[in-house]
Structures are given as C-alpha cells and as structure tokens.
C-alpha cells in the first residue's frame, strides 16, 4: 500500500471524538485532477465539502482525519431522474451519515475524447486503503457503499450500474477474481448448492467473480448467479 501523505484542511469538517464509524463511502471526484491537486484545492479555504481521502495512481492523500467528520454524504434530494438508476438511489439515507462514515474520493483521469475515467491503478490503490480501513474499524463488505447509495447522487459516476458496481466492489473489498471453468459449471440462483438451476457456464470459458461466500467455495458472477469455484472446477487466473 502507498504511504499516506497528509495534506490535512483547516476548513469544512467537524472535529470529533470517539465517533462510531461503520461505512466507507467510495465518491469520484468528477473532475480531471490528482490527489494533491485535491490536498491543495481543500487546504486553500472554505469549499462547502470534504472528504478524509484522494486517491490517484501516485498517491493517498489525508485530507480530514478520521477520527473527525468530512462534509461528504449529508445532503439529501440529489436524486437525478435523468438516469435510469437514479430510483434505485439513497437506499442509505439517513443509515449512513457523515458522523458515522469515512469517505473516499477516486480521481479521474481525461482520455483523448474529453471523456472521464478512473484507471486500474487509482482502483487497486483505493482497494489498498478500503482494505486497510476494514481490517483496522472491523468494518464488513457490505458497508462499503457508494456516495449514491446514501443520497442519491450520481457518484462514482463510472459505476451507477449495478452490474458494474459489484465488480468494482468486489475489487475494492478483495473478493474480486477470474477464473477458467474446468469443466461446464452449473448456475445456481442463490449461493445454496439446492438453489434453483438459472444457467449453465462453458468449460474453458474465463469469467469474473464479483463476491464469495464465506467458505470461498461459491462465486457470484456480475449477473447474479452463483457457481462453484474450488479448485475442483475452476482454475483462479
């Protein structure tokens, strides 16, 4: 993991003790910029917003300290009807908040169309810090949630998408992984080996794992179904 370098703001937080944190919020910032861009731009004055972390592929920047409260996920009606996810939006509210969480923000970079994306790197190291967060605050995967599932707005932008989320949760929590069948597997509703038959995956075929269960012994790909993935019938990649 990167050393974390702090940058830390005199402005837009809340000085706190002793808080209860049981989230982890994953944000983009939205704009082309790196993490000490950010460090920078929240040290230089009041902005109305905060995060405890930047994150680009150089660097992991503390902007507020963990133990006090960023100004990340308070707001609410930041539902945007344009998208065709925003109903499935702020499911959190009211859950999670920014007493108890600690916020994460991924920087983005510009391809040669203008348009903006978050690379693989700035996902591992960002992996690297959510992972490091858990094991030190005891904190599960499934409160490892996106800006959109407290309140609704369109962030991480990149991964609104159900089925696109669960894969990079599953990058960021650590259950993500690929892996060849060894033989035709067979696709089950529910990790339960007596769940209903929904599918069938191909021998030799590579695909993506996006959770587990507990005994590692079950997979759940992207749309859903669930297949066995001990070294019996799947080779990891």
């Not at 069948?181 to 509703?189: D, P, Q, S, T, Y």
């Not at 929904?198 to 179904?225: C, P």
Request: with cysteine; proline share 1%; net charge positive.
């Amino acid at each position: 993991m990167l050393k974390v370098t702090e940058m830390l703001t005199k402005y837009n937080h809340d000085k706190a003790s002793g808080r209860k944190i049981k989230y982890i919020v994953i944000h983009w910032v939205g704009a082309a910029s790196t993490a000490v861009n950010n460090g920078t731009y929240f040290q230089g004055g009041d902005r109305g917003a905060s995060a405890h972390y930047f994150v680009n592929d150089t660097h992991i920047v503390k902007s507020v300290r963990e133990r006090d409260i960023a100004w990340a996920v308070g707001s609410h009606g930041l539902l945007d009807q344009g998208s065709p996810y925003a109903k499935y939006g702020s499911s959190l509210f009211g859950r999670c908040t920014n007493q108890n969480s600690v916020s994460i923000e991924m920087c983005c970079k510009k391809n040669a169309k203008g348009k903006l994306y978050i690379t693989e790197k700035t996902i591992k190291n960002t992996a690297d810090l959510v992972q490091a967060i858990q094991k030190r605050l005891g904190i599960d995967d499934d409160h490892v949630i996106r800006h959109f599932d407290v309140n609704g707005k369109l962030c991480p932008y990149p991964y609104i998408e159900a089925s696109k989320w669960k894969v990079l949760h599953a990058k960021l929590t650590g259950q993500h992984q690929k892996i060849k069948a060894k033989g035709n597997l067979i696709v089950r509703k529910s990790s339960l080996l007596t769940s209903k038959r929904i599918g069938l995956l191909t021998k030799g075929k590579s695909y993506e794992i996006v959770k587990t269960n507990k005994k590692k012994s079950r997979g759940q790909l992207a749309d859903g179904g669930w297949i066995t993935i001990t070294e019996k019938y799947a080779e990891k990649l």
